[in-house]
């Protein structure tokens, strides 16, 4: 078994399942683990209850579905987006699309018309599946060169239905790709200009698969959830193709989100690896409080920005169980790590998101591209000479953006995060490369101000900034967003300064706290620090 293998066995397994092979198929792949002792197929939760769909139900539909599709003119390498919640067709969807060989294009159900429109004409979709609720967001523009599938109408005038789609016969015939070729057109989040595509090639599975078993450290004996959106990376990865790829069944929660019943589902559905985005745990730190909650989890995993070591605490403290921080992007996933595997797992340093992943060489360059040792800012790259699961291929359609991505002689990644590394190899984030504060000849990353902000009993979220300053260049700014039952007043700014001078230094405090119900975040929950600044600045 592969979690009985050496880390460099392991690799070796993974480039054979996935590289070293002339073609292959991600859906037969898939189809691969049907019979194991586990349950594997869809368990999914709505307002209506919940229902379990076993992988041959949703592999006969899959086969019905990319017969339509192919008799529809969509094939080898053709895009189709995906424009919905997590729910059955889902799964249907991409797996159909990729017994094809053909390309799923997630589109966020938050997204509206014109983020949908773009990422549609961009990767020149020919069928945009949807359901009613999102329907009226497919644009005209988009509907002259794509049709519309609605999974969930009767009768639909404007394109297809499911039903009709899925009239076609089971039929199983699996187009062979090779692992170059791409399996998912996925769309960055746009906070730094237009969103760019990232093509996602069948042999990146390794490197879901790798952070599975290493990173969030699934166990054949797992019941694993991971509640992230698939319309964004994070979800998608490791919320669906990873499970399918091992052979892990997938929940899908299909109702607005409830810490409350986020605990009941732990409890339910016997949940022992759980992964999610901070904005979901931090909002669970609000809700639950400081009441112990019973549960069976055995691990927690969370990506997307860093977590705040207080809301760590809290769920050591509360839950019983410790939350391992991850560090990844959509161009490659997750790449640096606070591994769960026993192969990789050390212990964590409060505040670190961990060391580089199998298969990746971490590194910290400055503006010249020079490595800096330890405790040094600078830039986090991925060292391409030294990372065998490096899969970014370049932007679609986008020389140039590619370009801005790796040093001139193309050894380096470059995230555009900075951090810095201990001697121990552990690297702490300090925020993107635009975030860093220069204020009176220090550089302050927001990170560690929020992090000792979030400390406050009253501070339910918070993002700091830098402002200009006539004396200090920038000054430090917090944007508070406070918990239930406290009020923002002059006193209460004080308090939160006085904890960031306790904990941080006296040059590190936020001479400027501003308190506010809501922080701008992109659809995926990330904050967007350069929103804040521009509203400063007007």
């Known amino acids: 078994m592969e979690d009985e293998l050496t880390l460099e066995g392991y690799l070796d397994y993974l480039f054979k399942k996935y590289k070293e092979v002339d073609s292959a198929n991600l859906a037969e792949i898939v189809y691969s683990n049907i019979g194991g002792d586990r349950f594997f197929g869809l368990d999914y939760v709505d307002s209506n209850g919940t229902r379990r769909i076993d992988m041959r139900e949703l592999r006969a539909d899959a086969q019905r579905l990319a017969n339509f599709f192919r008799a529809n003119g969509v094939g080898k390498g053709d895009k189709v987006g995906v424009l919905l919640p997590k729910c059955p067709p889902l799964v249907i969807t991409a797996l159909a699309l990729w017994q094809l060989g053909a390309v799923y294009v997630p589109l966020f159900t938050a997204f509206g018309t014109d983020a949908i429109s773009f990422r549609a004409i961009d990767s020149e979709a020919k069928f945009v599946v949807t359901n009613m609720a999102n329907e009226a967001k497919v644009g005209e523009d988009v509907r002259r060169s794509a049709r519309v599938l609605v999974v969930d109408a009767e009768e639909y005038h404007g394109g297809v239905t499911w039903r009709d789609a899925l009239s076609h016969q089971s039929d199983e015939n699996f187009e062979a790709i090779s692992p170059s070729d791409h399996i998912i057109l996925i769309y960055t989040s746009g906070t730094t200009g237009s969103p760019k595509g990232v093509p996602v090639p069948l042999w990146a599975v390794a490197a879901i698969e790798s952070y599975m078993t290493l990173g969030i450290g699934l166990r054949p004996t797992d019941t694993y959830w991971n509640m992230a959106d698939p319309g964004w990376a994070y979800g998608l990865y490791y919320g669906v193709v990873g499970p399918l790829a091992l052979g892990f069944g997938i929940l899908f929660l299909n109702i607005a989100f409830d810490p409350n019943r986020v605990e009941q589902i732990w409890r339910e559905y016997r949940i022992t690896n759980f992964a999610g985005a901070p904005t979901a745990y931090r909002a669970m730190r609000t809700a639950l409080g400081n009441r112990k909650v019973e549960s069976f989890l055995e691990r927690m995993s969370s990506a997307g920005e860093p977590l705040n070591p207080e809301v760590i605490e809290w769920a050591y403290r509360n839950l019983g169980v410790e939350i391992r921080d991850h560090y990844g992007q959509t161009e490659n996933g997750m790449m640096i790590n606070n591994h769960f595997d026993p192969r990789l797992a050390l ?173 701008p975040k992109t659809p995926s929950g990330k904050i967007q620090r350069f929103l804040l600044r521009r509203e400063e600045s007007n």
């Open 347 to 519: 212990p964590v340093q409060p505040g670190s998101m961990g060391k580089a992943a199998l298969g990746f060489r971490a590194v910290l360059v400055d503006s010249d591209f020079n490595e800096l040792g330890e405790g040094v800012d600078g830039e986090v790259a991925m060292d391409t000479s030294a990372s065998p699961l490096f899969w970014f291929p370049g932007y679609y359609r986008n020389e140039e953006k590619s370009k801005e991505r790796f040093s001139p002689d193309m050894r380096y990644y470059l995230t555009g995060d900075v951090a810095s590394q201990n001697s121990e190899g552990y690297f702490y984030f300090s925020g993107r490369s635009d975030d860093v504060i220069l204020t009176a000849g220090y550089r302050v990353g927001p990170f560690e101000v929020e992090s000792a902000i979030m400390n406050h009993p009253s501070v339910a979220e918070c993002a700091v900034i830098g402002v200009p300053d006539e004396l200090r260049g920038e000054a430090i700014c917090a944007y508070v967003v406070l918990r239930e039952g406290f009020v923002g007043s002059e006193e209460l700014a004080d308090e939160i300064r006085q904890v960031v001078r306790d904990r941080l230094a006296k040059t590190t405090y936020p001479r400027l706290v501003r308190f506010v119900d809501t922080l």
